[in-house]
């Protein structure tokens, strides 16, 4: 049974930073590409970033140059580094799996985890 299991997330202040780690397990992720999502409240989720098993990239735009995804394929893990936090980052981030380049496809979801970003 495929799980994919959000940590790191937690209260912070604008401008700091945060990095989140996402678990997967059940299968090997390897090609599979791995990524980040967000909702807010009262809004709709939204795509954060995605990297592929070579470690292609793909950013919002409303975190480039802010927030960077990495993976460890040997240990099934992808990360998220979270800098200079915005009150508007604030929101539960989603771990995703998908295998196909179509944001619109997940294969597999994770829990969420909390981030808060305080002004």
Not at 10 to 29: E, N
Not at 90 to 114: E, F, K, M
Request: proline letters at 2%; charged letters at 15%.
């Amino acid at each position: 049974q495929v799980q994919l299991a959000e940590s790191g997330g937690g209260l912070v202040q604008v401008g700091d930073s945060l990095r989140l780690s996402c678990a997967a397990s059940g299968r090997t992720f390897s090609s599979y590409y791995m990524g980040w999502f967000r909702q807010a409240p009262g809004r709709e989720r939204e795509f954060v970033a995605t990297i592929s098993g070579s470690g292609g990239r793909s950013y919002a735009r409303s975190v480039l140059g802010r927030f960077a995804i990495s993976r460890d394929n040997a240990k099934n893990l992808v990360y998220l580094q979270m800098n200079s936090l915005k009150a508007e980052d604030t929101a539960v981030y989603y771990c995703a799996v998908h295998s196909t380049p179509n944001l619109y496809r997940i294969d597999y979801w994770g829990q969420g985890t909390q981030v808060t970003v305080s002004s």
